[in-house]
């Protein structure tokens, strides 16, 4: 049998370098613990200093096979704010294997009165303008030593918000709803695979992941206020783990789906069906 088809060919992201954006927490945290488990080498970007060491100082004890972790502060808020995050990687690193956008930010507000700055233009900056403007200034780094058996990967972390309509729920406060959260990730679908075709040709491969609930940041609200309504909801019992988002965000790096781009890839438990059921 082809040694290629062995389970350690197939899976193996030993020795890649990886930048996840928003990695100091919740997903991103998550995304970046597969990694150094599985001996990669892991930049994580965030705003916060304090909240980077304590990530990178958690991280490290996870660290096998020669994995190194490492911080950059940065804020992907802006075009000048991704370039300088990108100017800061580069100084560091020749190439990079596997880029995942995760950072990403909300907003609640009322229906009649919601905020156009904070509600709608910063998280449009943070959520969809940082994919293309990081991705844009990493594509040369990406695309160093990559074929079509092994190319560059870009991960970008949607939501099922993408997918789901409803902006008032568990997750903001009661009267208020996530209006400008859910075509911040339709947009990052779409993003995607424009992405992925322009792309391909460079033997870099883009593809998204949407998560259902999974503890963050993001959700604390909504596990504070009815965390028992929100696991109620689930069809499999339970929310999502950390294994299962470093699980699916590995076989995206791996060999196993080097020829897997485009795609949108739903972690939800069926959560999103079981809804729709009961329309």
Known sequence: MSLDLDIQSLYSVKGKI????????????MIAAGF??????????????????EAVA???????????????????GSKAGCDALVAEFKKRESK??????????????????FPEEKGWDNVFNVNVKSIFYMTAGLTDYLSKGASNVD?????????????????EGP??????????????????????????????????TVNAILPGVYPSKMTAYGFRTSGDKM??????????????????????????SAHITGTHTITDGGARLARAAKL
């Open 96 to 113: 990079l294997n596997v880029l995942v956008n995760n950072s990403g930010i909300t907003w609640g507000g009322p229906y009649n009165d």
């Open 171 to 204: 997750l903001s406060d009661v009267g208020n709803g996530t209006w400008s959260y859910q075509p911040s990730k339709a947009a990052v679908n779409h993003l995607t695979s424009q992405l992925a075709v322009k792309l391909a040709p460079s033997f870099i």
């Open 58 to 76: 958690d991280l490290k004890k996870l660290a096998t096979g020669g994995a190194g972790v490492h911080y950059i502060v940065a804020n992907v």
């Open 231 to 256: 696991v109620a909801g689930q069809p499999m019992g339970r929310v999502g783990a950390p294994s299962d988002m470093a699980g699916l965000a590995l076989f995206l790096s791996a060999p196993a």
């Open 36 to 53: 150094v488990r599985n001996g990669a080498t892991v930049y994580i970007a965030a705003r916060k200093e304090a909240q980077l060491k």
């Open 18 to 29: 990886v930048l996840v954006t928003g990695g100091s927490v919740g997903i991103g945290k």
């Open 151 to 167: 190319p560059g990967r870009v991960i970008n972390i949607s939501s099922t918000a993408s997918v789901d309509p409803h902006s």
